[in-house]
């Protein structure tokens, strides 16, 4: 009896064996790298709506595609307005913007389903839009004066370092933010009226303008692959030293043991 039953044991380890192969290799087959234009909305121009006490309305569009895993081309459009009045003045802007750029993702990828990013990047944008002011109040010896500015178009071309992070809450669908450093490049000048603000780029009147903007995105599957995506070496080149190859290493030793016979063989004749 106790040979039948170690014989039927035996045989079932044997038939499980491969039956957990096959489970193990169907588990595996079934972990795809999925990856296509990623596409999405920036939350926060709803959302600063409601923080300023002038009138602003705006939205704005983003999408990215991987290239070769850890970077991403980038386009982003949008449109903005503003509505400021105050005592002394009231103020309307109203444009359209684009941004075009590149983001590279310095994290490691650690498996195929990983999708996380922290990106560093760069964007130069550019705005076209129109401003006018009337009710501009102002004193002078004379007394107080009541003056407006006619509309004008305008432009403005603007560059942007941007550092941010991208995470998969779903699949396919991903949470971010980004914090932006801006420059101005050029813009029309106004003899009356310099821009107050430029939609994408913000106010004019800081020194070092920065934005903070938070999204949601999805991903558009269009292709699937089993590769991981290769890292970029940053490393240089690395230069071989012709003196320090085995052929050269091996003759240094050879001469260098001759040259201590050498040396032995005269101490020994003194």
Excluded at 28 to 51: H, K, M, Q
């Amino acid at each position: 009896m106790r040979k039948i039953l170690l014989y039927i044991s035996i045989c079932l380890i044997t038939l499980s064996s491969p039956l957990k192969a096959l489970a193990q290799e169907k588990q595996n087959a079934d972990v795809w790298r999925y990856e296509g234009p990623r596409i999405g909305v920036d939350l926060s121009r709803f959302v600063s709506t409601y923080l300023q006490s002038a009138d602003r309305w705006g939205w704005e569009l983003q999408g990215d595609i991987p290239v070769k895993g850890y970077w991403f081309p980038t386009v982003e459009v949008g449109m903005m307005g503003l509505n400021d009045r105050r005592d002394n003045f009231h103020y309307q802007a109203n444009g359209v913007y684009g941004r075009l750029g590149t983001d590279f993702n310095i994290l490691r990828y650690t498996s195929l389903d990983d999708g996380d990013l922290v990106f560093i990047g760069l964007r130069y944008g550019y705005s076209r839009f129109t401003q006018q002011a009337d009710g501009v109040k102002y004193s002078n010896f004379w007394g107080d004066y009541t003056t407006s500015i006619p509309k004008r178009n305008m432009n403005a071309h603007w560059g942007e370092f941007v550092f941010g992070m991208k995470g998969e809450i779903f699949k396919n669908f991903f949470l971010g933010w980004s914090l932006r450093v801006k420059f101005m490049a050029s813009k029309t000048k106004d003899p009356n009226m310099s821009p107050y603000i430029v939609p994408g780029f913000g106010k004019t009147n800081v020194d070092i303008p920065m934005d903070f903007s938070y999204g949601i995105y999805y991903r558009i599957p269009l292709w699937r692959t089993k590769k991981m995506p290769k890292a970029p070496k940053m490393e240089g080149a690395k230069h071989i030293d012709e003196s320090a190859t085995p052929d050269n290493n091996q003759n240094n030793q050879q001469n260098g043991s001759n040259f201590r016979n050498l040396r032995g063989g005269q101490s020994g004749g003194f």
